[in-house]
């Protein structure tokens, strides 16, 4: 219930920003989805490792489809995608490529990745 109440959150976020300012994002806002990823990794790490790790697998696996829709505009989600992605684009963000939300799911996610079942939590 508490991971769900996350990503509700977090969808919510993006669907308040979308309709009700037409600008780019503020950086305070960007940082509730650092947030919302700390709110996730924590309990995530001591209350349920594995099942951390093979979310964080999908994520990953996931959002780089998500990714490579946008950057080829496969329809039907590709034009969707890049409008609302656009919006959270920053100067880190100056290439084709939106990276900056992998590299976040990498930083925090590569730790349990590669110590996986090594050590016991």
């Given at each position: 219930i508490y991971w769900a109440a996350l990503v509700?959150?977090?969808?919510?976020?993006v669907i308040i920003y979308?309709?009700?300012?037409?600008?780019r994002v503020f950086p305070g806002l960007r940082k509730c989805?650092?947030?919302?990823?700390?709110?996730?990794?924590?309990?995530?790490?001591?209350?349920?490792?594995?099942?951390l790790y093979t979310c964080s697998v999908l994520a990953f696996g996931l959002m780089v489809i998500v990714e490579t829709m946008r950057?080829?505009?496969?329809?039907?989600?590709?034009?969707?995608?890049?409008?609302?992605?656009s919006k959270f684009l920053d100067q880190q963000d100056s290439g084709?490529?939106?990276?900056?939300?992998?590299?976040?799911?990498?930083?925090?996610s590569l730790p349990i990745w590669l110590y996986h079942g090594r050590y016991a939590y």
């Open positions: 509700i959150f977090s969808i919510l976020i979308n309709t009700c300012f037409t600008g989805f650092h947030l919302a990823i700390v709110a996730v990794y924590i309990p995530g790490i001591l209350l349920d490792p594995d099942l950057y080829l505009n496969v329809p039907p989600f590709g034009t969707a995608l890049r409008n609302n992605f084709e490529l939106i990276l900056t939300p992998l590299y976040l799911l990498i930083g925090v």
